[in-house]
T-cell receptor
Framework: QKEVEQDPGPLSVPEGAIVSLNCTYSNSAFQYFMWYRQYSRKGPELLMY????GNKEDGRFTAQVDKSSKYISLFIRDSQPSDSATYLCAMRTTSGTYKYIFGTGTRLKVLA | GAGVSQSPSNKVTEKGKDVELRCDPISGHTALYWYRQSLGQGLEFLIYFQGNSAPDKSGLPSDRFSAERTGGSVSTLTIQRTQQEDSAVYLCASSSSSDPFFGQGTRLTVV
């Protein structure tokens, strides 16, 4: 079993839809959670990060962490065609470590 | 430059040849990572450099892979005697007490 599981998709939604992207993990030591967005033939770019359970909002994006269920989500409201990309979750244990564990990424396509 | 720069963007090489991939991190970033991204496999950690400390090479898949970082800045990932399974996107990232910032990657194709 992988430490981080992420549905690869692809996920196709109409423009304006609310998108839910999810990851589950098995290591309860993970404390820091990140979402990266990767456009085709580009490197991943950091979208959001959160260090605690609950929700964190940034514009149209909300990151949600449920440590008791070992489950994290990224919600995108009012999705746009420009949101079409692969979304990767990433996580690590304490602040002193550099070992980031990434999900395989979910490919999202927002249809105009 | 403003971001992490990798070269070349694309590299096609014949099986058995050696290749060198270059990474210029963000100025001032002390940490540098190499990852490999294969289709459907996510990002695979290869190696990590932090300042003058000994690098963590635990992710290098075989002794054909090596990396160095000169002067705490530019890094080169070398793959000797390339195999077809080495075909992937090689991503470099750098950070400084933050989550890593990635370059655009080098797409390596071994034919």
């Amino acid at each position: 079993q992988k430490e981080v599981e992420q549905d690869p998709g692809p996920l196709s939604v109409p423009e304006g839809a609310i998108v839910s992207l999810n990851c589950t993990y098995s290591n309860s030591a993970f404390q820091y959670f990140m979402w990266y967005r990767q456009y085709s033939r580009k490197g991943p770019e950091l979208l959001m990060y959160t260090y605690s359970s609950g929700n964190k909002e940034d514009g149209r994006f909300t990151a949600q962490v449920d440590k008791s269920s070992k489950y994290i989500s990224l919600f995108i409201r009012d999705s746009q065609p420009s949101d079409s990309a692969t979304y990767l979750c990433a996580m690590r244990t304490t602040s002193g470590t550099y070992k980031y564990i990434f999900g395989t990424g979910t490919r999202l396509k927002v249809l105009a | 430059g403003a971001g992490v720069s990798q070269s070349p963007s694309n590299k096609v090489t014949e099986k058995g040849k050696d290749v060198e991939l270059r990474c210029d991190p963000i100025s001032g970033h002390t940490a540098l990572y190499w990852y490999r991204q294969s289709l459907g496999q996510g990002l695979e950690f290869l190696i990590y450099f932090q300042g003058n400390s000994a690098p963590d090479k635990s992710g290098l898949p075989s002794d054909r892979f090596s990396a160095e970082r000169t002067g705490g800045s530019v890094s080169t990932l070398t793959i000797q005697r390339t195999q077809q399974e080495d075909s992937a996107v090689y991503l470099c990232a750098s950070s400084s007490s933050s989550d890593p910032f990635f370059g655009q990657g080098t797409r390596l194709t071994v034919v």
